[in-house]
């Protein structure tokens, strides 16, 4: 099992800043993508960022040139930096990773992640 505990939500300004990180605990075998998703109330889930085991980012074009995704894979961590906040990106934040295990016939199947969310409310 694998744990996604997401901190750093809170209350902000719009034009200003904020920090989300994400640790993953558990027995890990090799996380791959991980990636920041986020829910406004009424809304579907969408996509804010994601960055590769390797580095390579993308980013929602919402967001775009105003955040910033990281990780750490020897820490397993993940986060997310973002400016110039708008209303709009008022909601959940939620941190999510996909992570390899081996059976025990040692073939490879990917598991989906999801943290509990932490919110982000940006006031006018």
């Known amino acids: 099992q694998v744990q996604l505990v997401e901190s750093g939500g809170g209350l902000v300004h719009t034009g200003g800043s904020l920090r989300l990180a994400c640790t993953a605990s558990?027995?890990?075998?090799?996380?791959?993508?991980m990636a920041w998703y986020r829910q406004a109330p009424g809304d579907q889930r969408e996509l804010v960022a994601n960055?590769?085991?390797?580095?390579?980012?993308n980013y929602a074009d919402s967001v775009k040139g105003r955040a910033t995704i990281s990780r750490d894979n020897a820490k397993n961590t993940l986060s997310l930096e973002m400016n110039n906040l708008k209303p709009e990106d008022t909601s959940v934040y939620y941190c999510?990773?996909?992570?390899?295990?081996?059976?025990?016939?040692?073939?490879?199947?990917?598991?989906?992640?999801w943290g509990k969310g932490t919110l982000v409310t940006v006031s006018t």
């Open positions: 558990g027995t890990i075998s090799r996380i791959n993508t």
């Open positions: 960055v590769t085991s390797g580095g390579s980012a």
């Open positions: 999510y990773a996909d992570v390899t295990f081996y059976s025990d016939y040692g073939n490879p199947y990917g598991v989906d992640y």
